[in-house]
């Protein structure tokens, strides 16, 4: 079977843009990885658009055409939605049409512009994502969600309050490295356990921000370019679980994160043990430590040691989050899932400046929608 080439990447800075719009945002991110692939604009057969809510965010639906016009191209324009698993998605769309045939050359762009709202009207249409009926009707929100994901681990597993804070200490440490970071200030222990409560046990520094940005991938058949660099997408799992947390058999285990990684590692015919870099759904501190566990990294329960012991730090066995994770690169919603993959195709291109891990060859990308409803991983390979 053809491979996936990635032909370019894009991405804007994270964080409050007050001065741009989502449309600007979106076409920055995609000019820069049409440059970067060096083609005319011409070759791209289709576009997927990787957006939660810009609707409730900013009143603009219908991202498709609009993002299509702005960008001068009348080919097919779809836009994707999965709460949070947005950019991952529409990401996997592009794959699998590539994939069949049809198409050679897609472009991918995730989008969100989320700081125009206070953070009240933020927070009720991130909730959107989970069950109406049973969760945001009673005024729980996502920090509230995690919280009881994290207080489970704790009780289950003795997981610790500070071992949830280095997940945080780490991001930000990896961020500081990262141009594009929302957040690029250090952190200890300490101030993530003093910082303002959110939802007990979780802090203001247990929590990914609120944020606006773009990334882009331009995709294509394997010899449909040639590029200097070639990295691979190579497989492509996706899977969904009960929206509310209440019908979930385990709170410490994220399903659909369990089936997307086993159908993306028989994909790619290899063990987790295989993978050199990770970039995973930290939308809360917790979050962090389940996806260890849940895409096979460590045993399950052991998550809060894997932080301990360093090892998903930069010089650790198997570097997290390099870009600084959604913590503290930024989470805007639709967004991530395509800035993970231009992070991991940074890091095996050898293109990731301060924060380079030294020979990876093989990456793994991690994106879940609201409290694990639904998740996309994806699997990348350098190919020089
Ligand atoms: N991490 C680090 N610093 C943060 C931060 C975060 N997550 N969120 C805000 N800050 C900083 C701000 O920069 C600001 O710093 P300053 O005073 O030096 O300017 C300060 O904290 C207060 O910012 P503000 O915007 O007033 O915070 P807030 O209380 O309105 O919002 C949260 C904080 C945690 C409630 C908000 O970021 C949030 O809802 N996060 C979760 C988002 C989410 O649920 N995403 C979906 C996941 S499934």
Partial sequence: MQKVLVAGIGITKFGEHWEKSLREL?????LQAINDAGIDKNKIDALWIGNMSSGRFIGQEHLGALIAGELGLNVPSTRIEAACASGGLAIRHAY???????IDCALVIGVEKMTDLPTEEATITLATASDQEWEAYYGVTFPGLYAMIAKRHMHDFGTTREQ??????????HASLNPIAQFRNKITVEDVLSSSPVAEPLNLLDCSPITDGAAAILLCRENFVKVEKPVYL???GHAVDTIALHERKSLTELKATKL???MAYEEAKIKPK????AEVHDCFTIAEIIAYEDLGFCEKGEGGKLIEQGETRLNGSIPVNTS???KACGHPVGATGVKQAVEVVLQLREEAGKRQVKHAQRALTHNVGGSGATCVVHIWEKGF
């Fill in 164 to 173: 949830l804070a280095l997940v945080a200490v780490k991001n930000h440490e």
């Fill in 260 to 262: 997307a990684a086993k």
């Fill in 234 to 236: 190579v497989a492509s």
């Fill in 96 to 102: 699998l049409s590539i994939l069949s045939g049809k």
């Fill in 26 to 30: 979106a076409v920055e991110a995609s």
């Fill in 274 to 277: 295989e993978i050199d870099i």
């Fill in 324 to 326: 600084g994770g959604l």
